[in-house]
Structure formats: C-alpha cells, structure tokens
C-alpha cells in the first residue's frame, strides 16, 4: 500500500513539474516536439499494425483456399 502511495505522489508530481514547465516558452516548444513525435510513432505503428493484419489475412486466405480445394479434390476422387 505504501508503494502505491509513493506511485500515486510520484506521477502527481510529475504532472505539477509538466505543468509549470509548460508555461514557458521553451516548455511549450518542448511538449509540442514530444508530441509531434509521439504521433509519428504512434501512426507507424498503426500503418504496420494493419500491414501485417493484411499480411495475416491474406495467409489465412490462402490457407482456406487450399483447404478447399483439397477437399474438393477428395470428394471428386470418390
């Protein structure tokens, strides 16, 4: 309980500090580079996130597909 204590303080300090950090010019210039440069990161992760769901999808499909005409095969062949 005490740890959470600490974490809950810790993480409110942090935003206080952010805070007063903010109100400068140079802190302002700061949060929004950090930001522009989350965003990026965010959308490249969200750009190869549905490339490699498309790639899945495709494989899975693929995979269907054969099964498919695997089975087809088969009952063609009785």
Not at 60 to 75: F, V
Request: glycine share 6%; charged share 35%; hydrophobic share 40%.
């Amino acid at each position: 309980m005490k740890n959470l204590l600490w974490l809950i303080t810790g993480i409110g300090a942090g935003f206080v500090v952010a805070h007063e950090i903010n109100k400068t010019q140079r802190g302002k210039e700061f949060f929004a580079d950090l930001d522009l440069k989350l965003k990026e990161f965010s959308d490249t992760v969200a750009d190869a996130y549905k490339e490699r769901e498309a790639e899945l999808r495709d494989a899975i499909d693929d995979i269907a597909r054969n099964a498919e005409d695997t089975l087809g095969d088969l009952s063609n062949k009785n």
